[in-house]
T-cell receptor, first 117, second 117 residues
Framework: GAVVSQHPSWVICKSGTSVKIECRSL??????MFWYRQFPKQSLMLMAT?????????EQGVEKDKFLINHASLTLSTLTVTSAHPEDSSFYIC?????????????FGPGTRLTVT | AQTVTQSQPEMSVQEAETVTLSCTYD???????LFWYKQPPSRQMILVIR??????QNATENRFSVNFQKAAKSFSLKISDSQLGDAAMYFC??????????????FGKGTHLIIQP
């Protein structure tokens, strides 16, 4: 149990276009989902936290208008990279938490590789 | 703010030998969790082991064990009987309870573990 999927696994888009990445909890309801960014050979950096039905909380330095996060249901969160540029190329990983009391249990998706040309 | 430091960018060990990966952290919280995650070339994050700060006993999972020194804020991972499949990036991570729900994980920069056959 506790499987998280991401779609697509790899996407290439042209500079200036927008791209949407989906994160789904397949066999549980996720009260909270997290979005991380990982540059090549670097660590994971938390971008934002989203709770179902409320606005996402962004980490300092993350542009809210560029990285739109929507947590419309207890099983789906989406990250939309708007007006993408080559510097947005990265590996994006989501994770999900079942319950606020179980904050230490977070389940990771397989990641999405975004390449902006 | 909490920080996680991994001072070994790369470690190499002979197959069947034992290796220890280091991690230190900084926090003012008393209730928190520490983790070691493995990230193989597939880039899927895999939980290796988790330690609760209020538990003095070191966590163990088969060949993986930790040395948790709370006062020194040190959390090292020992891998016994190293296997070729252990080759990966290893990240040390931290999370505390914020009161408002789950927080995203804070990761160290990672240690690239090489297993020599």
């Amino acid at each position: 149990g506790a499987v998280v999927s991401q779609h697509p696994s790899w996407v290439i888009c042209k500079s200036g276009t927008s791209v949407k990445i989906e994160c789904r909890s397949l066999d549980f309801q996720a009260t909270t989902m997290f979005w991380y960014r990982q540059f090549p050979k670097q660590s994971l950096m938390l971008m934002a936290t989203s709770n179902e039905g409320s606005k996402a909380t962004y980490e300092q330095g993350v542009e809210k208008d560029k990285f739109l996060i929507n947590h419309a249901s207890l099983t789906l969160s989406t990250l939309t990279v708007t007006s993408a540029h080559p510097e947005d190329s990265s590996f994006y990983i989501c994770s999900a938490s079942k319950d606020r009391a179980l904050f230490y249990e977070q389940y990771f998706g397989p990641g999405t590789r975004l390449t902006v040309t | 703010a909490q920080t996680v430091t991994q001072s070994q960018p790369e470690m190499s060990v002979q197959e069947a030998e034992t290796v220890t990966l280091s991690c230190t952290y900084d926090t003012s919280e008393s209730d928190y969790y520490l983790f070691w995650y493995k990230q193989p070339p597939s880039r899927q994050m895999i939980l290796v082991i988790r330690q609760e700060a209020y538990k003095q006993q070191n966590a163990t999972e088969n060949r993986f064990s930790v040395n948790f020194q709370k006062a020194a804020k040190s959390f090292s991972l020992k891998i016994s009987d190293s296997q070729l499949g252990d080759a990966a990036m290893y990240f040390c991570a931290y999370v505390s309870y914020s009161g408002g729900g789950a927080d995203g994980l804070t990761f160290g920069k990672g240690t690239h573990l090489i297993i020599q056959p």
